[in-house]
């Protein structure tokens, strides 16, 4: 079946324009992840949505960061006003839930801010 | 404040020798331990875990060993073949399913097996 799909797949923006990053989960999976890779560095959490619950933001760097997810499906993950220091990997990752904990990555997108 | 180390960047193997991939770790909250795969390119495929209430586990040509007192775990790939070739990711989480399953990762760790 079709795996978590992430669009653009690389991003190219000017330093201060806003970004939208959106995240197509495995059909059925209720838990969704945000994570971004910056060079040289491992993955970093940034948001968690299970099903119809308040999302977990811990992870969100500042606050012109910010997610949804429609109908608990698609995921849309915003910066506002970018900086160079967001330059970075962003990977989407779906979990089943239940007894099937596996976490199951997209292919990310690559945002480089100029 | 990193917790989930892994200190060597690199590391080559002949192929049919044994890979050791080494990870130490800090918070004593973490309950699970998971190596994933990275092709470039590509997202990270989950590869084996294993439970904090166990020492060892085990699937087909990949062991992982968790020494808990030490906060230590290790990734044995036996034998190595030229396409495990890639970069390992060690991560953990407080729980696999819930608020608590989100992961911290190490910094990852580029295996090349030399045919």
């Known amino acids: 079946g079709a795996g978590v799909s992430q669009s653009p797949s690389n991003k190219v923006t000017e330093k201060g324009k806003d970004v939208e990053l959106r995240c197509d989960p495995i059909s059925g999976h209720t838990a969704l992840y945000w994570y971004r890779q910056s060079l040289g560095q491992g993955l970093e959490f940034l948001i968690y949505f299970q099903g119809n619950s308040a999302p977990d933001k811990s992870g969100l760097p500042s606050d012109r960061f910010s997610a949804e997810r429609t109908g608990g499906s698609v995921s849309t993950l915003t910066i506002q006003r970018t900086q160079q220091e967001d330059s970075a990997v962003y990977l989407c990752?779906?979990?089943?839930?239940?007894?099937?904990?596996?976490?199951?990555f997209g292919p990310g997108t690559r945002l480089t801010v100029t | 404040d990193q917790q989930v180390k892994q200190n060597s960047p690199s590391l080559s193997v002949q192929e049919g020798r044994i890979s050791i991939l080494n990870c130490d770790y800090t918070n004593s909250m973490f309950d699970y331990f998971l190596w994933y795969k990275k092709y470039p390119a590509e997202g990270p495929t989950f590869l084996i875990s294993i439970s904090s209430i166990k020492d060892k586990n085990e699937d087909g040509r990949f062991t992982v060993f968790l020494n808990k007192s030490a906060k230590h775990l290790s990734l044995h790939i036996v034998p190595s073949q030229p396409g495990d070739s890639a970069v390992y990711f060690c991560?953990?989480?407080?729980?696999?399913?819930?608020?608590?399953?989100?992961?911290?990762f190490g910094k990852g760790i580029t295996l090349s097996v030399r045919p």
């Open positions: 990752a779906s979990s089943p839930g239940g007894g099937d904990y596996e976490q199951y």
């Open positions: 991560a953990a989480s407080r729980a696999l399913t819930g608020a608590n399953s989100k992961l911290t």
